[in-house]
C-alpha cells in the first residue's frame, strides 16, 4: 500500500508530516522577514492576523490557532495589552471567560500586515500554477478538522475507561 520511497536514502523525503512542516517553513520565512521588517514579532502576528476580523477569542482558542502553549499565549497577551493591541473583555454569556480583542491600535499594526501577507500568499501560490488553490485549502482544513475531532474522541475515550 504505501510503500517506502526509493528515490531518496533519506526516510523523511517521503514523510507526510516533514514534508508539510518542512513545506510550512520554508515559505513561512519568507514572509517572517517581512514582519522583522515590520518590527512585529511571528507570535504577536499570529495574534493579532487570528483577531482580524473576529468578534473576539478566548486565551484557550487564541493559543489553539497560534499553535503556543496557553501559559506563554497568557504572557505574549499581557505584553501586547501593555502594548494597546489588544484588550480582555469578560465574555458576554460567562463572566468566567475572558475575550480578548484587538484595540484600534491593534488594527494599525495589522492592516498592512494582512495585505503584506495576501501578496506573499499570492506569490507562493504563482510559483506553483498547477495546484488549485481552493483545493490545496480544502485538503489542509480537512486534515486539521479530522485530526483535531480524532484527538478529542481519543481524550474522551480514554476519560471514560479511567
Known amino acids: ?12 523525503d517521503d514523510y507526510l508530516l516533514y514534508l508539510l512542516a518542512r513545506a510550512s517553513h520554508v515559505v513561512s520565512a519568507e514572509f517572517h522577514s ?9 507570535p504577536v502576528w499570529r495574534v493579532l492576523a487570528t483577531l482580524s476580523g473576529s468578534p473576539g477569542e478566548t486565551v484557550s ?15 505574549l497577551l499581557d505584553r501586547m495589552v501593555r ?12 463572566r468566567r471567560v475572558v475575550r480578548i480583542q484587538m484595540t484600534p ?12 501577507s495576501k501578496k506573499h500568499e499570492a506569490e507562493v501560490l504563482a510559483r506553483h500554477p498547477d495546484l ?16 483535531k475531532r480524532g484527538k478529542r474522541m481519543q ?8
Not at 83 to 94: I, M, N, Q
Not at 105 to 116: S, W
Not at 132 to 147: F, P, T
Open 132 to 147: 488549485d488553490e481552493n483545493a490545496i485549502k480544502s485538503l489542509l482544513r480537512g486534515m486539521i478538522g479530522r485530526h
Open 83 to 94: 502594548d494597546g493591541l489588544v484588550k480582555r473583555l469578560p465574555d458576554a454569556r460567562d
Open 34 to 42: 517581512v514582519l522583522r521588517r515590520a518590527g512585529v514579532a511571528v
Open 61 to 75: 482558542g487564541l493559543a489553539d490557532a497560534c499553535l503556543l502553549q496557553q501559559p506563554t499565549m497568557t504572557k
Open 105 to 116: 491600535r491593534g488594527e494599525g499594526v495589522v492592516n498592512d500586515l494582512l495585505i503584506a
Open 1 to 12: 500500500m504505501n510503500q517506502i520511497s526509493t528515490t531518496s536514502a533519506r526516510f523523511i
Open 155 to 162: 481524550a474522551a475515550a480514554a476519560a471514560a475507561a479511567a
